[in-house]
């Protein structure tokens, strides 16, 4: 069965950096757009970034623009959230999520067309 475990969350200090990692198993991974959602404590869940199968397009939420960077290694069936210059409002559990229903970045927000979603991993950005 599809699988989508992340890693790598952690607590950080304010302007701080951390790398997430989400491997995926079970799945044609290149077919698939795989985005990062966060979800903070009393939030619903927010999109963060997505990136679409072969890396062609990528999309962020305006809140993370110029400091986190999504990517894929489609060898290693992985993606990847580069967060930098961490903020306290940046703490959340982080999702990620696989779509084969998405093929621009202008849909890539819509929670609804993912098709599996993982567990999460916490970030804590204390000041």
């Known amino acids: 069965q599809v699988q989508l475990v992340e890693s790598g969350g952690e607590l950080v200090q304010v302007g701080g950096s951390l790398r997430l990692s989400c491997a995926a198993s079970?799945?044609?991974?290149?077919?698939?757009?795989m985005g990062w959602f966060r979800q903070a404590p009393g939030k619903e869940r927010e999109f963060v970034a997505g990136?679409?199968?072969?890396?062609?397009?990528?999309a962020n939420a305006d809140s993370v623009k110029g400091r986190f960077t999504i990517s894929r290694d489609n060898s290693k069936n992985t993606v990847y959230l580069q967060m930098n210059s961490l903020k306290p409002e940046d703490t959340a559990v982080y999702h990620c999520?696989?779509?084969?229903?998405?093929?621009?970045?202008?849909?890539?927000?819509?929670?609804?067309?993912?098709?599996?979603w993982g567990q999460g991993t916490q970030v804590t950005v204390s000041s």
């Open positions: 079970g799945l044609t991974f290149t077919t698939y757009t």
């Open positions: 999520a696989a779509s084969r229903r998405i093929y621009v970045a202008a849909v890539m927000v819509r929670t609804s067309l993912y098709d599996y």
């Open positions: 990136i679409t199968g072969i890396g062609g397009s990528t």
